[in-house]
């Protein structure tokens, strides 16, 4: 094959995009149909940064891109756009010396598009050193990183890449180094860093659930996933952690949003900087059966002892309070006052105090039995 003629002093791309029409970059463009002849000529086109076509059957994405999630439709799109205007921005690729191909450094969407979608499949291509393996990562991130182009999953792998490499390089303080290469806030840092603990960590009843829901992109809120994390690393009683066991696996089995404001809930349960509501119940979450003569307080213990709505004391103004139909015929009198219908127990700072949460208003004197050994289960004194 004759090698085309070669621009006689280095450019940059974008200087020989704009000097040429688009007749000129047609007539000057090479199109090979076989990678050796590319190979064979490319000092040259490194040195000239000529354009060039190649099949895209003979260009491999790079295995180490940090961004793995391309949206299908943004592809359509672009593959749409390019087939009515061409593909005016070539693909940077670089010729791997490892791997023994030809591997792209900036372009995978539009590789994407003409591989997949494309009427003419022919990708224009320039060439470019292989880079070492840092600065082609951190080049990749830096393309990616303001174009919200990352998903929760991947934000998540470079954040860990950058703590193994300055870990490894013995940085000080290695949480301030990745915030500034990423250019994000220190404590945005940390709570990554937080949920990349928790991924790790095999959960007694949930397992490693907290990983699969991000990696199955799950739930892309990363304030949510930072609560939820500290509350399963939380130390304490196993209890405290069920809130927020059942909102991943809530967010897992893909019913319903898992909020941040929910997930915040769950994180102060668990770490006692909020009263513990006894009135959640596990949806998702099969909790164990207690052992025989635990003492601890159970999730759902000391639920609303007195009437609801409709409950026990359901009508109030006959007076019948749920009673049996022999004894309708000497009906209690009526509440001198509102019923008491909602009650709650929880757990103060101090776990060694209970406290109890209710609106005014009568309960009978069975119900305050009833009542009463729920508190003392509540306390774990029964």
Request: hydrophobic share 35%; aromatic share 6%; glycine share 4%.
């Amino acid at each position: 094959m004759q090698a085309p003629m070669l621009h006689k002093r280095q450019r940059d791309v974008s200087d020989v995009l704009d000097d040429m029409s688009d007749d000129d970059i047609q007539e000057q463009t090479a199109e090979f149909d076989r990678l050796s002849d590319v190979i064979a000529l490319r000092d040259q086109y490194l040195k000239d940064q000529r354009l060039f076509t190649l099949p895209p059957e003979d260009i491999f994405p790079d295995p180490n891109q940090p961004r793995e999630h391309f949206d299908e439709e943004e592809v359509k799109a672009l593959a749409e756009s390019m087939d009515e205007l061409g593909q005016s921005t070539p693909i940077k690729i670089y010729y791997s010396e490892a791997n023994k191909r030809m591997e792209i450094l900036f372009g995978e969407t539009r590789w994407r598009a003409k591989s997949n979608f494309c009427t003419d499949r022919s990708v224009l291509c320039v060439l470019v050193q292989e880079p070492d393996a840092e600065a082609r990562f951190d080049n990749q991130v830096d393309e990616n990183l303001h174009r919200s182009s990352f998903t929760v999953a991947e934000t998540l792998k470079i954040t860990a890449r950058y703590v193994d490499r300055y870990e490894a390089k013995g940085v000080s303080d290695v949480v301030k180094r990745v915030a500034e290469r990423l250019k994000r806030p220190d404590s945005e840092i940390s709570r990554r860093m937080t949920v990349l603990n928790a991924m790790k960590v095999k959960d007694d009843l949930i397992g490693n659930a907290l990983a699969e829901v991000i990696d199955e992109r799950k739930l892309e809120n990363l304030s949510a996933l930072y609560f939820l994390s500290s509350a399963l690393l939380a130390t304490g009683a196993d209890r405290r952690k069920h809130p927020a066991r059942d909102l991943i696996l809530q967010a897992k089995s893909e019913e319903g949003a898992v909020t941040r404001a929910a997930a915040e809930t769950a994180y102060k349960q668990a770490t006692k900087k909020a009263k513990l509501s006894y009135s959640w119940k596990p949806k998702f979450l099969q909790l164990p059966e207690p052992e025989e003569g635990s003492k601890s307080i159970p999730e759902s213990a000391a639920e609303t002892a007195a009437p609801k709505s409709g409950e026990g004391n359901e009508d109030a103004s006959d007076g019948s309070a749920g009673q049996s139909e022999e004894g309708k015929a000497e009906q209690a009198p009526k509440p001198p006052g509102r019923v008491l219908k909602t009650l709650s127990v929880g757990i103060t700072d101090n776990s060694e105090y209970l406290k109890l949460t209710a609106n005014t208003g009568y309960i009978t004197r069975q119900q305050a039995v009833e009542l009463a050994e729920k508190l003392m289960e509540a306390a774990g004194q029964k």
